[in-house]
């Protein structure tokens, strides 16, 4: 069974940074391909950054791209995603997601996800 619990988030002031991360256990971590979704207040859920499995190669949303980095620790079956220069904008419950597509597809169609966390909330206060 897949299972992903995902931690990290939290109050920031504007500027600020967080690390979250997401363990995952239950399949073989070469297998799936891992992201990160958030979701805001009335908005729906969307794909903010994905890494592949295979090759390590990313994937971010333009709003994200040069203050958000993704990486993997396979050893530890952990994906980490670093957020920079928050905005208030970033403020979301973020949800990590597995699945068996190309980082491409699955970071901007969530119904290609086999497997989502619980979800963590990040508030980044102006």
């Known amino acids: 069974e897949v299972h992903l619990v995902d931690s990290g988030g939290g109050l920031v002031q504007a500027g600020g940074s967080l690390r979250l991360s997401c363990a995952v256990s239950?399949?073989?971590?070469?297998?799936?391909?891992i992201g990160w979704f958030r979701q805001a207040p009335g908005k729906e859920r969307e794909g903010v950054s994905c890494?592949?499995?295979?090759?390590?190669?990313?994937y971010y949303t333009d709003s994200v791209k040069g203050r958000f980095t993704i990486s993997s620790d396979n050893a530890k079956n952990t994906v980490l995603l670093q957020m920079n220069s928050l905005k208030p904008e970033d403020t979301a419950v973020y949800y990590c997601?597995?699945?068996?597509?190309?980082?491409?597809?699955?970071?901007?169609?969530?119904?290609?996800?086999?497997?989502w966390g619980k979800g963590t909330l990040v508030t980044v206060s102006s």
């Open positions: 239950g399949f073989t971590f070469d297998d799936y391909n």
């Open positions: 890494i592949s499995s295979s090759d390590g190669s990313t």
């Open positions: 997601a597995a699945s068996t597509d190309y980082i491409d597809y699955f970071c901007t169609d969530m119904s290609l996800v086999d497997s």
